[in-house]
């Protein structure tokens, strides 16, 4: 089946830039997403990216598209205590109607003081 | 709106038993779905429905049934609990047809299961 890998932890200092990668195997994904998870919360979408698209910026984050490689991250720009969270990649396999959203595993952000 | 709605938000059960989750959303959302949330695992697809009277299933069905026989609600029921059925389940839904968009889904709270 399809795939979605994510490493699954990061730990960056307050100010810094934190950068979240995740690979993917189908290469047929119209779109593709990054979800934020706080602790004892459901998923929210913090932005997507259409797969004619290479990047997309919106404030401080910034999606990098690489749809040779099948890459795509997520840069957090001064990044502050309150984006520690579980950053999740996640894929659209089929249409935009009936397509399932496939997950990565998630990424730990830890942001140290 | 309240969007996506999942009760009960903990159970506890003991292995055997059954019971239903449920999920409500008042977004006229043509598509839902249950996911499980298990720590390194990510999020797993269970079933999902493109509308009321249609269900599908997804990556990890077994051991879990689903039902739509309204748009609003899309319950899960667990037959016959077991300790590997422990986990946080959440409810997603999406609009479809012209309202479609991105694919996007919005997701319920959770519900946090225990199978002793």
């Known amino acids: 089946g399809e795939d979605v890998e994510q490493s699954l932890f990061l730990s960056v200092r307050e100010g810094d830039s934190s950068v979240i990668n995740c690979t993917y195997t189908?290469?047929?994904?119209?779109?593709l997403y990054w979800y934020k998870q706080e602790p004892g919360a459901g998923l929210q979408l913090l932005t997507y990216?259409?797969?004619?698209?290479d990047m997309k910026q919106d404030q401080r984050l910034t999606v990098l598209l690489n749809k040779k490689d099948k890459h795509l991250s997520l840069r957090i720009a001064d990044t502050q205590t309150g984006d520690s969270a579980i950053y999740f990649c996640a894929v659209l396999h089929g249409s935009s109607n009936t397509g399932k959203l496939i997950f990565g595993q998630g990424t730990t952000l830890q942001v140290k003081p | 709106n309240a969007g996506v709605t999942q009760t009960p938000k903990f159970q506890v059960l003991k292995t055997g038993q059954s019971m239903t989750l449920q999920c409500a959303q008042d977004?006229?959302?043509?598509?839902m779905s249950w996911y499980r949330q298990d720590p390194g695992m990510g999020l797993r697809l269970i079933h999902y429905?493109?509308?009321?009277?249609?269900?599908d299933q997804g990556e990890v069905p077994n051991g879990y049934n689903v039902s739509r026989s309204t748009t609003e609600d899309f319950p899960l029921r667990l037959l016959s609990a077991a300790p590997s059925q422990t986990s946080v389940y959440f409810c997603?839904?999406?609009?479809?047809?012209?309202?479609?968009?991105?694919?996007?889904?919005?997701f319920g709270e959770g519900s946090r299961l225990t199978v002793l």
């Open positions: 990216i259409f797969s004619n698209m």
């Open positions: 977004m006229n959302h043509e598509y």
């Open positions: 189908d290469s047929s994904s119209t779109y």
């Open positions: 429905s493109v509308g009321a009277g249609i269900t």
């Open positions: 997603a839904s999406r609009p479809t047809g012209t309202r479609a968009r991105t694919g996007e889904l919005f």
